[in-house]
């Protein structure tokens, strides 16, 4: 099976966009693919437990249950460090969470590591 990263820089401001990223993400898991995503930019905030039990994707449904099933994989975040920063995502968001803070750097590592990317 393939590797497949999952890069989504869009967040509140686009709910339907974002959930079709974790959307897509928990598909290639159920496929049997390798899944990891890389939230950058305004995605960074999905990662908070407020945003995961409230957005709703217009016929992409709820971004929980799309997270839930994607760490029930094995699916692995990553956030850009730096949007964080600028966001004010921190430890405690990730706390307890498959996710780490990465700099642009991963990104450029994840991409080549990875089969196919796709970006929402």
């Known amino acids: 099976m393939a590797k497949i990263l999952v890069h989504i820089t869009h967040g509140t401001e686009s709910p339907t966009r974002a959930a079709l990223g974790f959307l897509v993400a928990k598909s290639a898991i159920d496929e049997g693919h390798s899944v990891s995503l890389f939230l950058a930019g305004d995605a960074v905030p999905l990662i908070r437990d407020a945003v995961l039990d409230n957005l709703v994707g217009l016929g992409t449904g709820k971004l929980r249950e799309l997270y839930d099933a994607i760490v029930a994989g094995g699916g692995k975040f990553y956030l850009s460090g730096m949007s964080s920063k600028g966001r ?13 803070f990465a700099m642009p750097n991963v990104l450029i590592k994840l991409s080549l590591d990875h089969d196919r990317t796709f970006t929402y």
């Open 88 to 100: 004010g995502v921190t430890e405690a968001d990730l706390s307890g969470k498959p996710a780490e």
